[in-house]
């Protein structure tokens, strides 16, 4: 939104970085939202550059939390520059006062002699009609000193050939032309203010001409010029050494200087545009300290620490182990955040006060395509996610502390994307309310607006004003119809953008919207609200821009139009009642607004043109006169902070002061704004869901159906106790107290002996392959047992081995260099007193594929063969190796094809692993396969609805499967470990379910033992027929589980045992063989008979199963299965639409259980 066009203006923006040095960043790979101030908007005829150097920005006061839209240079360095139109008329100042109701019509205002005046001057840049472009400097701070620069910007030769810079010493009465102090001939391009000391200016002059800087130490009253040997791209000022700077060049060199500009010293070449930090105070040791990405292939980058005067290679940290994303890197107060993409997923890391990088804990199936930081306020990170599902809407997840692990606050955020291509989020932190914002989220294909008082906990549509400015009554009714409101920051800081609210006047909150069922961009009028939310008023049927005042104590409008204007609103009692004054007797094209809303001073600064050819226009505005005096005690009155009459908010009742509305006082700055703050007892509002727990309708928190809450850290030792989490954790920056029975908090629980469970062994890299000579990292993670109590032995392949007494000495990896090439099986062996657990890994040295897929039944029967079939993506036009082990196999069988058959001939499980190599790129996936003599199955379907939530990977496959698993054997009573459930890739969702064998039963009870098994089948299908079994994917949505149809084997047996049923069977078969023979050899003498070629495709012959005793047994048609390259080839072909790409469509073919092809 922002400033759009304004008649026959054209407004395009870019909001450049690095003036102040933003607080926020976005690109491609982790974002984060802007805080700078200089800003750019341009046409094909005119600019207007502005630079804001009043104050530090903090997040939520111009920027947005929705931006995270801070953009980068584009061949222009930070200054705001807006095209317009000018040429030169003179008027001399005047004033009128009129006033109105908020109700009432202008038309019926009519002037108040009375009133108080505003005192107004305009000052014309004679001289510079033909000047296009502007930047305006105001030092603030009751500096009286503004700085501005007008340019000729030749659009054809794209160059400034023309400059001027004015300067006032007294608020912008008058200007004085400083060419000759510059240069008569100097051509200057851009304005760069020192945020720690605004009295030093510098400025560049235009590469064209000569590459130079001047620098200024007296707010422009003198210049030193000091040529450099490069062209600034951006320049990052020390957020507190005043001479420290550093500047980033156009062929991507970062440089230093340490006095202001004088002398340079070049860092780091192949710096990523806007990935380049100083130091924050009191985190990084060092003060000169930079945090720098650097690129090193394409895609692939470092992180780089290094100090700015000392960046050689002996003297660089690379502080994130291996290589990240470019455009990632964000370091952003107590953080540090970065990106990895292996295999089409991205991984997200941050570092917590400069600790060891852990990676982002979302929700399991959160599944990220996107992510942007918003913010790391009170060391707790607010990140927007764009889920696996979504396309056009992102989601709010809201971290912990160290910002680990993460909890959803807010779905189907809408975004949209700025003039380039950054993306914009709709989501905005109310000033001077702690745990206070509001989100525009999208409800069944229309925008609403939303409101927390709780930091995410809960959120509400916005009530509706009870009447219209005219005072119509409104008949809005919730939820059907409410308030929405426009939440994009302005994108010119002279202009106040749709919303805006203060920490100086906490609970008013100004913004532009509609009454109705959606957001819209018609019907736009100005809504106000005075106790934070909970009720709001129309003060303007027209769009209008609104500037707080004196402290935040009184309100300025100017009419958002397309036409000059010359009137402006004042209000001093929140917008109830509005003073119209004419500052000019001539209408005025308003460019921009300059004040100090926090000074003594009372200045306003218009900027503008009155037509297409006038000169530009100052308009200096003193409002001091609408007051009498400063406010006295007696002048403030209290009001109470509330949700909806719910009086605790964030924990605490909160009392706040204000001026009486209507008083004409001056406010305090250091007033107090809270008058009094009382805790409440804490509630379940208080506290959000811990990682891995999900909010009930009825406000508890259970656990999310993919979560143990029973798991224990692995730090955790018998004798030791630890916090087990009750579901919630407490809401940061919530000043509740627990009264009474802690029922909230973790509770403490003794730890118990635990064997060693789910190890995990890997490279510190995450690769499979490394070079000879390399130092290779592996990673040893347990999943659960006493991890100070379990040893761990690595056998590296090579004939050395080492052991560590316990898990913790292994945290930091294990370093071994591998001196020959070839392929070797790592094995880490972990063991205590309870138990063991063992994995492998096969590490090739000297050879890199992107994803393999092991397609493998879940079951197979022994003696009898298996398909296995490895898929591999993407697909490689070079010849492929497979290497497959299988069980405990000491050397693996190689083949050149992709599919192998194998005859398992022990029962039990086996671990089924394939490796596939192409040059250098080696990727695996393993399988366990149970093996059994003889087993039942059955195919299963779902309720649509889980199809709506199927992500198509691996992992939620098994989840599901496990989940299927349980509901079946609560229902039935068969112990689970009789049960295995398979669910097939691709669309719609089904599944295979094997009732096994107990285990417990002695060979000789075989065929009683098949009878049973047939038995569990009947009971499992009358189950499913009739809709009984079902589970819970997440609140509120129950999934159910019918039944398909039996396998085409359902029965499998491999001993000799016969029937008569069976043995007839097998006459029928040679009779079909010889009925078969005879056809074909005889073919070309039967007239009736069709003749092939040699080349025809015969069709599959039907194979009748010998192995049942049912009657009813179906029949297997091969034709209807794949052979091993079709099936490769549409697994590959479904690939490249599927999950593993995570950027094309999902899969739709289907793995068919090997086990039904005997």
């Known amino acids: 939104?922002?400033?759009?066009?304004?008649?026959?203006?054209?407004?395009?923006?870019?909001?450049?970085?690095?003036?102040?040095?933003?607080?926020?960043?976005?690109?491609?790979?982790?974002?984060?939202?802007?805080?700078?101030?200089?800003?750019?908007?341009?046409?094909?005829?005119?600019?207007?550059?502005?630079?804001?150097?009043?104050?530090?920005?903090?997040?939520?006061?111009?920027?947005?939390?929705?931006?995270?839209?801070?953009?980068?240079?584009?061949?222009?360095?930070?200054?705001?520059?807006?095209?317009?139109?000018?040429?030169?008329?003179?008027?001399?100042?005047?004033?009128?006062?009129?006033?109105?109701?908020?109700?009432?019509?202008?038309?019926?205002?009519?002037?108040?002699?009375?009133?108080?005046?505003?005192?107004?001057?305009?000052?014309?840049?004679?001289?510079?009609?033909?000047?296009?472009q502007a930047m305006v400097h105001w030092s603030g701070h009751n500096s009286s000193v503004i700085l501005i620069l007008t340019k000729l910007y030749d659009f054809n030769l794209g160059a400034v050939t023309e400059s001027s810079l004015w300067r006032s010493s007294d608020y912008g009465s008058t200007y004085t032309k400083l060419n000759d102090k510059v240069g008569s001939r100097t051509v200057l391009s851009y304005l760069y203010v020192c945020p720690t000391n605004k009295r030093k200016i510098m400025m560049l002059s235009d590469p064209e001409v000569e590459s130079a800087v001047l620098i200024s130490s007296d707010e422009g009253a003198s210049f030193e010029k000091h040529p450099i040997s490069f062209n600034v791209l951006s320049l990052l000022f020390h957020p507190a050494h005043e001479n420290w700077i550093l500047a980033y060049s156009h062929d991507?060199?970062?440089?230093?200087?340490?006095?202001?500009?004088?002398?340079?010293?070049?860092?780091?070449?192949?710096?990523?545009?806007?990935?380049?930090?100083?130091?924050?105070?009191?985190?990084?040791?060092?003060?000169?300290?930079?945090?720098?990405?650097?690129?090193?292939?394409?895609?692939?980058?470092?992180?780089?620490?290094?100090?700015?005067?000392?960046?050689?290679?002996?003297?660089?940290?690379?502080?994130?182990p291996g290589y990240v994303d470019t455009n990632s890197l964000v370091v952003q107060d107590e953080?540090?955040?970065?990106?990895?993409?292996?295999?089409?997923?991205?991984?997200?890391?941050?570092?917590?006060?400069?600790?060891?990088?852990?990676?982002?804990?979302?929700?399991?199936?959160?599944?990220?395509?996107?992510?942007?930081?918003?913010?790391?306020?009170?060391?707790?990170?607010?990140?927007?996610?764009?889920?696996?599902?979504?396309?056009?809407?992102?989601?709010?997840?809201?971290?912990?502390?160290?910002?680990?692990?993460?909890?959803?606050?807010?779905?189907?955020?809408?975004?949209?994307?700025?003039?380039?291509?950054?993306?914009?989020?709709?989501?905005?932190?109310?000033?001077?309310?702690?745990?206070?914002?509001?989100?525009?989220?999208?409800?069944?294909?229309?925008?609403?607006?939303?409101?927390?008082?709780?930091?995410?906990?809960?959120?509400?549509?916005?009530?509706?004003?009870?009447?219209?400015?005219?005072?119509?009554?409104?008949?809005?009714?919730?939820?059907?119809?409410?308030?929405?409101?426009h939440l994009e920051m302005s994108e010119n800081p002279y202009t106040s953008g749709p919303i805006t609210s203060k920490k100086t006047v906490p609970g008013i909150i100004v913004a532009t919207g509609n009454i109705g069922t959606e957001l819209s961009s018609a019907n736009l009028g100005m809504f106000i609200t005075s106790d934070a939310g909970n009720s709001w008023?129309?003060?303007?049927?027209?769009?209008?821009?609104?500037?707080?005042?004196?402290?935040?104590?009184?309100?300025?409008?100017?009419?958002?139009?397309?036409?000059?204007?010359?009137?402006?609103?004042?209000?001093?009692?929140?917008?109830?009642?509005?003073?119209?004054?004419?500052?000019?007797?001539?209408?005025?094209?308003?460019?921009?607004?300059?004040?100090?809303?926090?000074?003594?001073?009372?200045?306003?600064?218009?900027?503008?043109?009155?037509?297409?050819?006038?000169?530009?226009?100052?308009?200096?505005?003193?409002?001091k006169g609408l007051f009498t005096q400063r406010c006295m005690d007696g002048d403030y009155q209290t009001w109470s902070l509330h949700n909806k009459g719910e009086l605790c908010v964030m924990g605490e009742k909160q009392i706040f002061m204000k001026r009486r509305p209507g008083n004409r006082c001056m406010l305090s700055q250091d007033y107090s704004r809270i008058y009094s703050s009382e805790p409440c007892q804490c509630t379940a509002y208080d506290f959000e869901c811990d990682y891995g727990w999900e909010r009930r309708t009825d406000g508890k928190c259970s656990p999310a159906f993919w979560f143990d809450p029973n798991a224990v850290a692995k730090s955790c030792s018998a004798g030791q106790s630890f916090l087990n989490s009750t579901g919630y954790r407490k809401v940061l920056s919530n000043n509740c107290k627990e009264v009474g029975r802690n029922v909230y908090s973790p509770k403490r629980l003794g730890c118990r002996p635990r064997p060693p469970r789910g190890l995990r062994l890997s490279t510190g890299s995450g690769e499979l392959s490394a070079h000879v000579g390399s130092n290779v990292s592996f990673v040893v993670h347990l999943q659960d047992g006493d991890a100070l109590r379990t040893s761990v032995q690595l056998d590296f392949g090579d004939g050395i081995r080492i052991t560590y007494a316990n898990l913790s000495r292994a945290d930091d990896g294990i370093q071994h260099i591998y001196r020959e090439t070839g392929i070797y099986r790592v094995t880490a062996v972990a063991e205590n007193n309870q138990g063991s657990d063992s994995c492998v890994l096969y590490l090739h040295i000297t050879s890199p594929v992107e994803r393999v897929y092991l397609s493998a039944p879940l079951v197979a029967v022994r003696g009898k063969e298996s398909n296995l079939t490895a898929v591999v993506w993407p697909n490689h036009i070079r010849t492929l190796t497979f290497f497959w082990w299988i069980a405990n196999s000491s050397e693996p069988i190689i083949t050149l094809d992709g599919s192998i058959s194998f005859t398992f001939q022990k029962e039990g499980t086996n671990k089924v692993t394939v490796q596939v190599a192409s040059g250098s790129t080696v990727m695996q996936d393993s399988r366990d396969i149970t093996v059994k003599e003889f087993f039942r199955s059955l195919q299963l379907s779902f309720s649509p609805t889980l199809d709506e939530?199927?992500?198509?990977?691996?992992?939620?496959?098994?989840?599901?499967?496990?989940?299927?698993?349980?509901?079946?054997?609560?229902?039935?009573?068969?112990?689970?470990?009789?049960?295995?459930?398979?669910?097939?890739?691709?669309?719609?969702?089904?599944?295979?379910?094997?009732?096994?064998?107990?285990?417990?039963?002695?060979?000789?009870?075989?065929?009683?033992?098949?009878?049973?098994?047939?038995?569990?089948?009947?009971?499992?299908?009358?189950?499913?027929?009739?809709?009984?079994?079902?589970?819970?994917?997440?609140?509120d949505t129950r999934i159910s589980v019918f039944i398909t149809q039996q396998t085409l084997a359902p029965l499998v047996d491999s001993s000799t045992l016969y029937s008569g049923s069976a043995m007839l069977v097998l006459i029928s078969v040679v009779f079909v063989g010889l009925a078969a023979f005879f056809i074909y050899k005889f073919k070309r003498k039967i007239p009736w008979i069709h003749v092939e070629t040699e080349d025809s495709r015969e069709k599959e012959p039907e194979v009748i199963s010998t192995v049942s005793q049912n009657d009813n047994m179906s029949k297997v048609n091969l034709a209807d299965f794949p052979s091993g390259k079709e099936f490769l080839e549409k697994e590959l072909e479904s690939r490249k639409r599927g999950s593993m790409g995570r950027n094309m469509e999902r899969i739709v073919t289907r793995e068919y259980p090997n086990c039904t092809n005997v």
């Open 949 to 1035: 939530h199927n992500p198509d990977i691996p992992e939620w496959r098994e989840d599901i499967g496990r989940v299927v698993q349980t509901a079946l054997s609560q229902v039935s009573g068969v112990a689970a470990n009789q049960l295995m459930v398979s669910l097939y890739p691709g669309l719609p969702t089904t599944a295979e379910l094997f009732i096994l064998p107990n285990v417990l039963t002695p060979n000789e009870h075989k065929r009683q033992t098949q009878e049973e098994l047939q038995m569990i089948s009947d009971v499992f299908v009358n189950l499913l027929n009739q809709g009984l079994v079902n589970f819970e994917l997440k609140v």
């Open 252 to 320: 991507s060199k970062l440089y230093s200087s340490m006095d202001f500009g004088k002398k340079w010293q070049l860092v780091h070449d192949n710096v990523m545009l806007g990935r380049f930090y100083w130091a924050v105070m009191g985190l990084d040791r060092e003060s000169d300290v930079v945090h720098i990405e650097t690129r090193v292939a394409k895609g692939r980058a470092q992180y780089v620490k290094c100090r700015a005067q000392r960046c050689t290679e002996a003297n660089r940290q690379y502080l994130f």
């Open 537 to 623: 008023r129309q003060i303007f049927d027209e769009e209008h821009n609104i500037w707080f005042l004196d402290n935040g104590g009184a309100l300025l409008a100017v009419l958002h139009a397309p036409t000059p204007i010359r009137h402006l609103w004042i209000s001093l009692d929140e917008g109830k009642k509005w003073d119209r004054h004419t500052f000019s007797l001539a209408p005025l094209y308003v460019d921009g607004v300059l004040m100090e809303s926090e000074s003594d001073n009372h200045i306003i600064t218009f900027f503008g043109h009155f037509s297409h050819r006038s000169e530009w226009q100052l308009m200096k505005i003193d409002y």
């Open 1 to 132: 939104m922002g400033l759009r066009s304004c008649g026959t203006l054209s407004f395009l923006f870019a909001l450049l970085l690095h003036a102040f040095h933003t607080k926020f960043e976005v690109q491609a790979g982790i974002s984060s939202a802007a805080g700078g101030r200089f800003y750019q908007l341009e046409s094909s005829n005119v600019s207007f550059q502005v630079l804001d150097d009043n104050s530090e920005q903090k997040w939520g006061e111009k920027t947005r939390f929705d931006a995270l839209k801070t953009e980068r240079n584009r061949g222009n360095v930070f200054s705001e520059t807006k095209h317009v139109r000018k040429r030169s008329v003179q008027v001399g100042s005047s004033y009128r006062t009129e006033y109105r109701r908020a109700n009432e019509e202008v038309k019926g205002s009519y002037p108040r002699q009375s009133d108080p005046h505003l005192d107004t001057s305009t000052f014309a840049l004679s001289g510079d009609s033909a000047h296009n």
């Open 335 to 485: 953080y540090v955040f970065t990106q990895v993409t292996k295999s089409g997923r991205a991984s997200y890391f941050a570092s917590y006060m400069r600790e060891p990088f852990k990676r982002m804990q979302l929700p399991r199936y959160c599944l990220p395509k996107d992510m942007h930081i918003i913010s790391t306020d009170e060391k707790q990170v607010f990140a927007a996610v764009q889920e696996w599902n979504q396309n056009h809407t992102y989601s709010l997840y809201i971290s912990d502390s160290p910002g680990v692990y993460f909890t959803l606050s807010l779905e189907d955020l809408r975004t949209t994307r700025g003039p380039t291509g950054n993306l914009l989020v709709d989501f905005y932190k109310v000033e001077g309310i702690n745990g206070m914002y509001l989100a525009n989220k999208l409800v069944d294909h229309r925008v609403k607006t939303f409101i927390t008082y709780n930091k995410g906990q809960t959120w509400a549509l916005l009530p509706a004003p009870a009447t219209d400015v005219a005072g119509n009554n409104i008949h809005c009714v919730m939820p059907f119809c409410s308030l929405h409101l």
